[in-house]
């Protein structure tokens, strides 16, 4: 059973920046992937990131360019880094870890509130 725990949110303006974080309590190398996941008020989850063991990334169209994803395996912890942030990236994020089934394993999450 692996926990995870997000950190890093908050309150942001327009345009500005935030970094989150999500420590594992397992070796991320044990994951075929890490990402993350937001979901909107009244919305239903959806993708943000992701990162491969081999480093590989994706992001949703609506992130592409804005948000950045990596992971420290010697920390044990994958980052989201957040830059021009938009009133619509308002939401709970989500931190994820992946088996090599592809069953993902999930946090609690954290509060990603931008004002215009």
């Known amino acids: 059973q692996v926990r995870l725990v997000e950190s890093g949110g908050g309150l942001v303006q327009s345009g500005g920046s935030l970094r989150l974080s999500c420590a594992v309590s397992?070796?991320?190398?044990?994951?075929?992937?890490m990402a993350w996941h937001r979901q909107a008020s009244g919305k239903q989850r959806a993708f943000a990131a992701s990162i491969t063991t081999g480093d590989s990334t994706n992001y949703a169209d609506s992130v592409q360019r804005r948000f950045t994803v990596s992971r420290d395996n010697a920390e044990k912890a994958v980052y989201l880094e957040m830059n021009g942030q938009k009133p619509e990236d308002t939401a709970d994020y989500y931190c994820?870890?992946?088996?090599?089934?592809?069953?993902?394993?999930w946090g609690q999450g954290t509060q990603v509130t931008v004002s215009s």
């Open positions: 994820g870890a992946a088996d090599f089934s592809w069953r993902y394993s």
């Open positions: 397992k070796s991320i190398s044990s994951f075929s992937a």
